[in-house]
């Protein structure tokens, strides 16, 4: 995967987010193992707490389009941010759910690619369906 092409992917998609809250944009591509690629940005309300990030709206979409977690080659997020631009919890907790602990995750932000991380990197030891016995 050519780092280049996916920061250019996703300042594209980025121009989709709806924020006109926060107007802090972020865009979210996982490419698959067999070249296709799932999006999400994030999507804000008036109400706020219905505000779904980007993450997680990519990560609703690789289910609805009937893949899982071994379907996946990269997790690829932007953020507005000008510091690293991690995922907040709410999205960790649910990434864990879905994809696998050592999932490759690429962050760039405002400015640059900021690194390349897994997700349990983000979440060590996480709470999952294996904790519920
Ligand atoms: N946001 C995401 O889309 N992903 C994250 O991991 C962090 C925050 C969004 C939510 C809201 O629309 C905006 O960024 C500011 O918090």
Redesign the pocket.
């Known amino acids: 995967m050519d780092k280049n092409k996916v920061y250019e992917e996703l300042k594209v998609l980025r121009t989709n987010a709806y924020?006109p809250y926060?107007k802090?944009r972020?865009a979210c591509i996982i490419y698959l193992k067999n070249g296709k690629k799932i999006e999400g940005v994030?999507v804000?309300n008036a109400a706020y707490n219905p505000?779904i990030?980007?993450?997680r709206t990519a990560v609703s979409q690789l289910v609805t389009q009937g893949y899982n977690k071994d379907d996946v080659e990269l997790l690829a997020l932007y953020?507005d941010s000008e510091g690293v631009g991690s995922?907040?919890g709410t999205?960790r907790q649910t990434l864990i759910e879905l994809l696998n602990p050592d999932q490759k995750i690429w962050i760039f932000n405002i400015n640059e690619f900021s690194g390349e991380y897994t997700l349990e990197y983000f979440l060590p030891l996480s709470f999952t369906k294996t904790d519920l016995g």
């Open positions: 924020v926060s802090f972020v994030n804000e505000t990030c980007g993450e953020t995922p907040c999205c």
